[in-house]
């Protein structure tokens, strides 16, 4: 059974930077193309980040090119999106997800398996 877990979420003035994790049990991320997505009070869930599976080519949001990167530590199965220059729009619950096996970032389909998410706040 794959479990996803997001951790890293908190309160930070804008300017500053966060840096959430994506540990996984049951599932290699190696093998899986893994995303962050992230949900804003009243609107849509839209998609951040993503690193494919094996060589770890990645995808960003408009919104997120030169603030944000994602990175995979292979040894820790953990994905990890770094977070710059954060900004109070990047308020959301932001939630990693894996996609289907041999499909990848680039690939129109959604992920498969989700974590439960972590609260992200961008106040002074």
């Known amino acids: 059974q794959v479990q996803l877990k997001e951790s890293g979420g908190g309160l930070v003035q804008p300017g500053g930077s966060l840096t959430l994790s994506c540990s996984a049990s049951g599932v290699n991320l190696y093998d899986y193309a893994t995303g962050w997505f992230r949900q804003a009070p009243g609107k849509e869930r839209e998609a951040v980040s993503c690193i494919n599976f094996s060589e770890g080519l990645t995808k960003y949001a408009p919104s997120a090119k030169g603030r944000f990167t994602i990175s995979r530590d292979d040894a820790k199965n953990t994905v990890y999106l770094q977070m710059n220059s954060l900004k109070p729009e990047d308020t959301a619950v932001y939630y990693c997800?894996?996609?289907?096996?041999?499909?990848?970032?680039?690939?129109?389909?959604?992920?498969?398996?989700w974590g439960q998410g972590a609260q992200v706040t961008v106040s002074s």
């Open positions: 997800a894996t996609y289907y096996y041999g499909y990848g970032c680039y690939d129109p389909v959604q992920p498969d398996s």
